[in-house]
């Protein structure tokens, strides 16, 4: 069983306003990465990391920003939210190499109005 | 990345057997993965297969890999009304630290 934690699980907030989503794992994953999934289910890697203070752009161009700051921890920050941003943000972690488990947090739902 | 193709809609009766078909598009992929999402949960990883190996079975599932097609499919024996759900097709990326590049997701629906 995966140990990876995503908070809050659901956010409502108004344009304009500054948030960060938090994502934690406990398993020692080198890796981590966050993905958006869109109204339609689709996924998109926006940001990913292979360890303490790497971070690295994802396929899906998009306005937040991470950090990488511990192992255990990848946050998600939104300066300045819009109603584009309204999603689901699913954390997921790996080890290290060509480890093949990425396991999923159970992800933050947006919704901005 | 570039588009994995799934079939959006697969409807089963209970008991039968479900097949989701996949076709990938980097042939340098290392893994290939299912993975299932209920309705407001996370995805779940159901299943992966390293890209040298044509099947893998594990309980219910059966996964079927042409390499030289890029063709992936996931069959489900018994199929359960537990099953519903959406379904997705993955390939890892190797220039981006093995994240993973999904299909559009098959929503399967078992009636009983």
């Known amino acids: 069983e995966a140990d990876i934690y995503q908070t809050p699980r659901y956010l409502v907030i108004g344009t304009g306003k500054k948030i960060t989503l938090e994502c934690s794992q406990t398993m020692g994953h080198d890796k981590m990465y966050w993905y958006q999934q869109d109204p339609g289910m689709e996924l998109h890697l926006i940001h990913y990391?292979?360890?303490?203070?790497?971070?690295e752009k994802g396929d899906l161009s998009s306005e937040s920003t991470v950090s990488r700051i511990r192992t255990e921890h990848f946050p998600l920050t939104l300066e300045s939210a819009r109603p584009s941003h309204t999603s689901q943000y699913l954390c997921?972690?790996?080890?290290?190499?060509?480890?093949?488990?990425?396991?999923f947090g159970p992800g933050t739902r947006l919704t901005v109005t | 990345g570039e588009d994995v193709e799934q079939s959006l809609f697969l409807s089963v009766r209970e008991g039968d057997s479900s097949v989701i078909n996949c076709t990938y598009t980097d042939s340098s992929s290392t893994y290939l993965y299912w993975y299932k999402q209920e309705p407001g949960a996370g995805l779940q990883l159901l299943t992966y297969?390293?890209?040298?190996?044509d099947m893998k079975q594990d309980q219910r599932l059966t996964v079927l890999l042409n390499k030289k097609d890029k063709h992936l499919s996931l069959r489900i024996a018994d199929t359960q009304t537990g099953d519903s759900a959406i379904y997705f097709c993955?390939?890892?990326?190797?220039?981006?630290?093995?994240?993973?590049?999904f299909g559009k997701g098959t929503s399967l629906l078992v009636t009983p």
């Open positions: 993955a390939e890892s990326l190797l220039n981006s630290g093995y994240a993973l590049n």
């Open positions: 297969i390293f890209s040298n190996m």
């Open positions: 997921a972690s790996s080890e290290s190499g060509q480890a093949p488990e990425q396991y």
């Open positions: 990391s292979y360890g303490v203070n790497s971070t």
